[in-house]
């Protein structure tokens, strides 16, 4: 099977300015991404969706492609992501590319490895799906511990249980979303809205691997763990 992997790196970052080419251990975020794209044997190819000519240089320098410069109305503060995943498809489509899946490949998570995205491959590959997310350990839950507050002020769970719920242990197992990889069908994006309007199958991520960098806070969790990242990979 023919995989594209997709690296989506706007200009315009509001909570930490620069993200995508800020350096992280001598490396800029999306170097991060497109080298581990390349290293799985069965990606063929690593775009570049960006509005910025710097990303779009470093990128190059880095191995990717750019063959396109993303549009204004697809780089705002508000726009979806998921068009863009559908402007790359079509992209492909009008130069008559194969492909068999698309490989989201964030920035916004260095700390993945090669054997998480051929997972997720892996779990594509055993058919019966429209996308193929990735997950890691969640430290809320909102059969617990997650409130929401009404026009009134009032708190309650988010989501409220069948029976009560005392104790941590007894809630039902849920998963935070990571930005590791996703894997999707062309077709699937072509022809929905939303992940979830389809059929969608999880591969779990450490948490060490799972880090999800939005903030300078996560950006500098980030730097400690791959300080000490011989003593967290198992």
């Given at each position: ?50 509005d910025s ?57 260095p700390l ?112 400690c763990l ?9």
């Open positions: 099977m023919n995989y594209i992997a997709l690296i989506c790196a706007r200009g315009g970052s509001k909570g930490l300015p620069g993200k995508n080419i800020k350096i992280l251990n001598g490396v800029p975020l999306i170097g991060w991404s497109i080298k581990a794209a390349k290293e799985v044997e069965k990606i063929s190819r690593v775009i570049v969706s960006t000519e710097e990303i779009a240089r470093i990128a190059l320098e880095y191995g990717a492609e750019v063959p396109f410069m993303r549009p204004k109305e697809l780089a705002q503060d508000d726009s979806s992501e998921w068009r863009v995943w559908q402007h790359t498809i079509m992209h492909l489509n009008d130069q008559k590319y194969p492909i068999d899946g698309l490989i989201i490949v964030p920035t916004t998570a993945r490895s090669k054997e998480d995205i051929n997972n997720c491959i892996k779990e594509f590959e055993n058919g019966n799906v429209d996308t193929v997310i990735t997950v890691s350990d969640s430290h809320r839950s909102p059969y617990f511990n997650m409130i929401k507050n009404n026009k009134n002020g009032y708190s309650s769970l988010v989501i409220h249980p069948e029976k009560k719920i005392t104790r941590r242990q007894d809630v039902p197992k849920v998963y935070d979303v990571t930005t590791v990889a996703y894997v999707v069908s062309p077709n699937f994006i072509l022809q929905n809205n939303s992940i979830f309007d389809g059929r969608v199958r999880s591969v779990y991520i450490p948490p060490e691997r799972a880090l999800d960098i939005d903030t300078m806070l996560d950006f500098r969790i980030a730097e791959i300080t000490n990242r011989e003593g967290l990979v198992k």
